[in-house]
DNA sequence: ATACTAAATGTAACCGATTACATTTTACAT
DNA sequence: ATGTAAAATGTAATCGGTTACATTTAGTAT
């Protein structure tokens, strides 16, 4: 493999010189440059990148800690990522935690031994004191997932707010009885979207039915059962706000296999327009997070943070969107 | 940030001692080893990864080169890559190509500035010469996706047999009048799998009629579009074969559009056997893809070419597997 | 106690680029 | 021609582990 030395010998300057081309050409007297230059080409010379790294003690690289690369919002927010970093010159390192707390202080480590410039959190799990410890030496940015009581630069939407939006909607569509069926409640996101639909039926002058709160774990499955369990209620509800659209299409399957027909004898609102909400049929009415989106600004805030601008560990929320289709009955049934 | 000098001077043993406590705890008496260890602890030392990859120059990360994350299909080959990998100490490089070659051709750099140790593609679209040459000098695994006439590893499914499978799963249904679906012709394996159509009408003495294959891109849309085309024709087709499940879900959405019910109007065979296939309403009947294995094998041949073991360069077909669902007519409706 | 071998440890070179600092060259003004 | 500042280049230390080889220590047999 030709190094820079052998480079500089052929090129009759010195090893400086060379990696001055290199990194900082400017300071090298155009002949030079263009000597040096031909003989890198003639020789297809390619720097060592991992003397490099050593040497200046940066990697370029950065990584995306994920609860579950099989979540489709999880690989949108990780495609944001991506393109944002490419476009600055870093590497994505995937780090998947299939929810496993350890498996967040495990990654935790490539951080503190400086195997990557920076981390961008999908799930923290890991206790908040060490997190907080973590993020006052090494840039951390945490995304779709966020704490309290913790200033992390964060990158979310406002999930109380959504929850309230989604189940106005049904609300205004002139439901009374709407059921909602949670993600896990040991999640804030899931707590904070139940906390919304519980806002919006208060500030609506309508009684909180507990029995029409069912947790789910944002699967298909878990829709499926609960929309089972609460059509067999004497009362049973004849709207539903599902905590993610996944669970939106067990729901429907439910209702379904019950004999009923969505939007007409139960109206459907899910959660995160993904790809399948759009495809399933009905079409699945549901809240947009911008997940490209985060994931993009996420990245932004990471760079910030690496280049060594503190200034802007802030939380940023973004905007969130209502998009209507023909699960809950506002629209006409319409392909596209 | 405290160093081995520094561990070995106040362990009063050398570098080269902490050295070895670390990498060969054998070669070292269990006493000095303990006194090391101890020190280690107390110090709270972390080698230098970089330093330490510098001078072994080897990485311990792989290159995965992907098409595109959305794609659950490429998510579910790289969490059984990942998996895998993390089971061996190695770290998975992300490589988002977007489908574009030249993105194939950049993160090429990354393996031969020896950035990783190894590369697996879940698209070979770059030049047949050139990645032949790369693969003479470094690991290089090939899944998802497959060449024709070049001796690189590869793990895939017959794609062949496959299509025909599924089509003869339709044909042993009593359907005649069968249409295919395909991917982008681009694709080998879109190809194979229109292949395999093609052979399983022949050999049950069925025509081959032209009008009748359509090529889509692997969307929902162009799958509800080219079937959309199919019904108006004068003789429609009563059973599809669509290569893969999103456009087996346009696909039927287009007949319950145009007032068909599948599988009573239309039956529907979809490939790939993702999560969608067994949400959708009817669940969709398809060729099961064993992805994660896919994924687990790639690595492990990866992991044996980069430990020397050049003996093992072969092709792997891993099984498919028919699934049955609704969407064939073969099986009552019936939900999980 | 002695000799010899194996085990344990130490010494120092090395990986290949980067960069602070020193030196030389160039450009320009007088 | 000469002095001076700026630009260009060179010298050599450095980053922090790893490892071939040399040396010391321990273990065993006679």
Redesign the pocket.
Known sequence: ????????EKA?????????V???P????????DKVMAIIEQMN????????Q????ETNTILVVIPNILNTVFSHILGGIEHEAGKNGYRVLLANTNKQVEKEYEFLDHLKQRQVDGMILLSARMDKGILAEVMKQYPVVLTADYLEGIPIPTVTIDNVSSGRTATEHLIKLGHSRIAHISGPLHLLVSRDRLKGYRQALLQNNLDVDNILIQEGDFSHESGYNQMTKLLALEHPPTAVFAANDEMATGVIKAAKDHGLSVPEDLAVVGFDNVKLSAIYDPGITTIAQPMFKMGNKAMELLLQQINGDDSNKTQYVLQNELVIRESCGAKQKNHG
């Open positions: 493999m030709v190094k820079m030395s052998d480079v500089a009759n300057v010195s090893k400086a010189t060379v990696s001055r290199l990194r900082n400017e300071t090298v007297k155009k002949t030079t440059r010379y390619q720097p060592n990148i991992l003397a490099r050593f040497r200046r003690s």
